[in-house]
């Protein structure tokens, strides 16, 4: 069974169209993270949701919104697509909030927007 | 703020060759520390960690000791495969709400 999915795994989109990438966990845990990798392998996170509270938003475009139904999903809605979004976005979850828990990934969105 | 700092690849090694990649950190407090290893195409995956000074995480020959008296956690393999060809990356965690502060990544490829 697979932990942590994400969907799609391959997504290319114009400029200026609004997509969503899709995140769930099946590991019974309370916190999840999306995070973004650029073309150089550096990893930013963006946000993260405990219980379906969103307990950190670092400094992302609004274009970005995180929507969590329940616990075991995270999604990204991303709008107005532009050049630079281009990247490989990857969900995460841990046990619970706080950064000395394991994170387990899931296997990442390749988003290119031409 | 905290930060990781990780030795700049690429690293390329023959099969069979001993491996270090270096990593230092700035932190308050006693974070965690963390290798993640992503393998070509997939997410990224636990290593090993370490989560108090002089702990050492250790897992499939990969071994890291977490040193505070040179803020240190390098990750060391007496000898490699071709199939440890992946990006290391070091993090650090502390507790509450505060993300993993992951380093750049290390690129290793391991020839045969």
């Known amino acids: 069974d697979t932990a942590v999915s994400q969907t799609p795994k391959y997504l290319v989109t114009q400029m200026g169209n609004d997509k969503s990438i899709k995140c769930e966990q099946n590991l019974g845990h309370d916190t999840m993270y999306w995070y973004k990798q650029d073309s150089k392998k550096f990893l930013k996170i963006m946000f993260s949701y405990n219980n379906k509270e969103l307990i950190i938003n670092e400094t992302v475009p609004n274009r970005f919104s995180p929507k969590s139904p329940d616990k075991a999903h995270l999604n990204l809605h991303i709008n107005s697509l532009e050049l630079g979004d281009s990247a490989v976005y990857f969900c995460?979850?841990?046990?619970?909030?706080?950064?000395?828990?394991?994170?387990?990934f899931g296997p990442g969105t390749r988003l290119t927007v031409l | 703020g905290d930060s990781v700092t990780q030795m700049e690849g690429p690293v390329t090694l023959s099969e069979e060759a001993f491996l270090t990649i270096n990593c230092t950190y700035t932190a308050t407090g006693y974070p965690s520390l963390f290798w993640y290893v992503q393998y070509p195409g997939e997410g990224l995956q636990l290593l090993l960690k370490a989560t108090k000074a002089d702990d050492k995480g250790s897992n499939k020959g990969f071994e890291a000791t977490y040193r505070k008296e040179t803020t240190s956690f390098h990750l060391e393999k007496g000898s490699v495969q071709v199939s440890d060809s992946a990006v290391y990356f070091c993090a650090l965690g502390q507790s509450g709400n505060t993300p993993l502060v992951f380093g750049k990544g290390t690129r290793l490829s391991v020839i045969a």
């Open positions: 995460a979850s841990s046990r619970r909030a706080g950064a000395g828990d394991t994170q387990y």
